[in-house]
């Protein structure tokens, strides 16, 4: 097991998973590779984002988390609604 890394030295494949929002698996990755707890590589991944959140597709906690399918569902159900009232 190596040594806990700070938040602003995280490897390049895992701020990908987060440039990508793929916390999880960020969080993952830290934890096989510094045998971390889910606490701790929780918090360290949490510390990242918060730090660099200016940086292009990195958003701080909770930030856009899951909106996107919100959105798509309303327009689904507005182009179903549409439909529902022309044909009737």
Known sequence: M?????ADEL???VVD???RGRKID???LIRERQGLDLKDAKALVERFVAANRAEPGLAAPGEGVGAGWIVT??????ILYALYTYAG
């Open 2 to 6: 190596s040594e806990p890394q700070e």
């Open 11 to 13: 490897p390049p494949d």
């Open 17 to 19: 998973a987060l440039r």
């Open 26 to 28: 960020a969080i993952k």
């Open 73 to 78: 569902l309303i327009a689904i159900v507005a």
